[in-house]
């Protein structure tokens, strides 16, 4: 029986650096090749085809990255089972939303991975997650996931949630789609292979800016907002979206603009709720998006997205509220 294909698309990260005898600091790999020898054992059970896609750490991910990723995966498609994209950790979260977004219907999986150190340094996290990775890219899955130890999460309903190797990321939200251990767990939840066609729609607004409340912040700040002209505003709220009294004016203002604000969460756990307190109800009167239980990451990503979807503030609205790649809970 053939192995299976398995495309392995490179962005960068710390799973891909190397050590320096000399400095002992951590710099980036020269060739793929380094990576491709540490992992003999996954090779048995997949042919894995390598493609570089860039050589960068996640702070420096951009959505320039995220069209390029997308499109290259879409050109794959249709010759490989599966996809595992290697990427640094601390962006991987906006990067796993932005391609559940821009890759809708797929077929097969899309797992991203990455390690807290070197895939050379010994007691690295690299080759048990790119193994996993590899397993997971073989599943019975379609649909964009991380996989970083044994658990395989849902790319919308993650978050980076430590700098720990066995405890890197969390999905607090939603259940793990499935998990490794002495045997393969599979959810029933999960989105499953079949034939589908996929729509590849990678085009982002990264014109977006967020803000996070805390008590005593002073009305200049969101004043200043408004000056570099956003196209939508990510508000992390109290609660379930409870925001100060004297903050209603400026929303009032911005929803004059057709600015869109979106509300989400500072709970870990939890759903914004628009409905439970009278004073609630003028926040939708005046157009405000609720992120229902959608993370911060997959909130600021969707509304990037969305914005190059429609410039009807209904149809936008109607779109952030909707669940379209199981990134929320509707009612």
């Known amino acids: 029986m053939p192995r299976p294909t398995i495309a392995v698309l490179y962005v960068g990260g710390s799973i891909g650096m190397i050590r320096s005898r000399k400095t002992g600091r951590i710099e980036p790999i020269e060739s793929l090749a380094e990576i491709h020898r540490f992992i003999p054992e996954a090779q048995s059970e997949a042919s894995l085809e390598f493609h570089s896609i860039a050589n960068v750490g996640s702070s420096d991910i951009t959505p320039d990255h995220w069209v390029e990723i997308a499109t290259k995966i879409s050109r794959l498609e249709k010759r490989v089972e599966g996809f595992v994209v290697i990427h640094g950790t601390n962006t991987m979260a906006y990067t796993a939303a932005a391609l559940s977004f821009a890759l809708q219907n797929l077929s097969k999986p899309v797992v991203l991975t990455g390690a807290l150190l ?75 292979r079949r034939k589908r066609t996929l729509e590849c729609l990678p085009t982002f607004d990264p014109n977006v800016v967020s803000i996070t409340l805390h008590p005593g912040m002073p009305e200049a700040y969101f004043e200043a907002l408004l000056v570099a002209k956003p196209h939508g505003i990510v508000l992390r709220a109290y609660g379930l979206g409870m925001l100060p009294e004297h903050l209603y004016p400026w929303i009032r203002r911005v929803s004059k603009k057709e600015i869109p604000i979106v509300i989400t969460s500072q709970l870990l756990r939890g759903s914004i709720d628009l409905h439970l307190y009278m004073k609630q109800l003028a926040l939708e009167e005046l157009g405000v998006i609720s992120g229902k239980d959608m993370t911060y990451e997959c909130a600021v990503t969707k509304l990037m997205w969305a914005l190059t979807q429609t410039k009807n503030p209904r149809r936008l609205r109607e779109v952030m509220e909707k669940n379209l790649v199981g990134e929320l809970t509707e009612a």
């Open 118 to 192: 070197p895939i050379g340094d010994a007691g690295s996290d690299a080759r048990m997650n790119l193994a996993f990775a590899i397993q997971a890219a073989q599943l019975d899955l379609a649909e964009v996931c991380v996989v970083l130890g044994p658990k395989v999460l849902r790319g919308t309903r993650c978050k980076k949630a430590d700098q720990s190797i066995l405890e890197t990321f969390d999905s607090p939200k939603f259940p793990p789609l499935a998990e490794f251990n002495l045997s393969t767990s599979l959810h029933p939840w999960r989105i499953v």
